[in-house]
């Protein structure tokens, strides 16, 4: 079933400057092959709900493995019979706010 998720992976407890770690958890989605899309506080997966969520562990163990406590924030949309909704939903806000859509139910 497609999901798509929107997920905040941060090591805790080991300074102020986390780039380097972070860039460590997006690497890893990154190389998962499945759409992704990085902004400064989460990273949104799309695909499979099993492919997500592996992707999510992997992505936490990365840190975890090397022994750094480790928070996830995660916010999942399971939405039956649609794709590409990592783009579609932006699109879609956009065309609202450009005026190119009607009102809606």
């Known amino acids: 079933m497609n999901t798509l998720v929107a ?7 080991i300074g102020d400057e986390l780039a380097s770690e972070v860039a460590e958890v997006v690497n890893v989605i990154r190389a998962s092959g499945l759409p ?9 997966i799309e695909g499979e709900w099993d492919e997500v969520m592996r ?13 750094i ?7 999942a ?3 039956p019979g649609y794709t590409d ?4 939903k932006v699109e879609r806000m956009n065309s609202f706010l450009e005026g190119r859509e009607g009102h809606e139910e």
Do not use: Y
């Open 85 to 88: 909704m990592i783009n579609a």
């Open 55 to 67: 992707v999510v562990k992997d992505a936490t163990f990365v840190l975890a493995s090397k022994g």
């Open 69 to 75: 406590r480790t928070e996830v924030v995660l916010k």
């Open 7 to 13: 997920v905040a992976i941060a090591p805790l407890g």
């Open 77 to 79: 949309d399971v939405r």
């Open 36 to 44: 992704n899309r990085t902004t400064s506080m989460f990273t949104e």
